[in-house]
């Protein structure tokens, strides 16, 4: 007795309006998860970062010991040349060279002693000896300014000069890929006030505990990534967003910063730019505008 049940030679397939649905709710989904990635991405980043100051902060310590004294951070060195405080950090950390700190260091751009006379950076036998560090390991992302900023754009710095970068890496216009510089600036003890309506000079803080002043010229240097001759500034370049974002929000009678004691440290944070809400720094950076 034969089967009266018909076998169909068509293969079952979705239909138009079935895929349509399946691709609306995979599009709502990518909708939904790729900005919560983003912002694990970025959180990641931030304790990394985060890491990198603890690391950084026990090296400063461990200089302050042998050294009596935080690193200086002033705009200017001894002889009236431009080395900045990110300029000062990294040499007090890796040596100028990132062969070591020299005891003698007097923190001139041009490496020499306090006279002017003698190169004590220069890689003789007595030199090498006398170098104590790096406090910091060999990877610890120094980069000399034209690997940042391009040759022949790092005036009035020298190109050789070595700063820290932070650990959000971009590529940069020189083709390097890099973070931004680590900006540094050292209390100034003996003063006591915290008032942007104080013009200090590149050299004085007159009266202010920290000189915004102190890595004003390198931030100047503008975002190294854009391409070249396009004139951006970082919002840090104004001296009220500085003294406004690291006030010390507890302490209400008078102004005061974070850390009147010791020291700043400031990465430009995910978007690479000084001065926004996603700066990160030793400290609880409260962004105002």
Known sequence: MKSIVKHSNRKAAFTIIELLTVMSIIVVLIGVLVPALSKVRIYAKKVKQLAQFNSMQSAIELFNNENDGYPPSGALDGAGQHYCG???????????????????????????????????????????????????????????????????????????????????????????????????????????????????????????????????????????????????????????????????????????PYRTDSYILLSAGYDGEYGTADDICNFEWKYRE
């Open 86 to 256: 990110a300029m000062k950090l990294c040499e007090a950390m890796m040596g100028r060279d990132l062969l070591g700190f020299h005891p003698d260091s007097a923190f001139r751009a041009d490496g020499m002693d306090t006279a002017g006379i003698k190169d004590i950076y220069l890689p003789t036998r007595d030199n090498l000896k006398a170098r104590v560090g790096p406090y910091l390991q060999d990877n610890a992302n120094a980069y000399m300014l034209a690997k940042i900023y391009g040759t022949g754009q790092t005036a009035p710095f020298q190109e050789n000069n070595f700063v820290l970068c932070d650990v959000y890496t971009r590529q940069m216009r020189t083709g390097e890929k890099t973070g931004m510089p680590i900006l540094y600036y050292k209390a100034e003890t003996s003063n006591n006030l915290h008032d942007p309506n104080i013009a200090p000079t590149l050299q004085d803080n007159m009266g202010n505990i920290y000189n915004y002043l102190d890595n004003q010229v390198l931030i100047s240097l503008g975002k190294p990534w854009e391409e070249a001759g396009k004139t951006t500034t970082h919002s840090l370049s104004d001296s009220v967003r500085f003294y406004r974002n690291t006030r010390n929000e507890k302490i209400v009678t008078v102004r005061r």
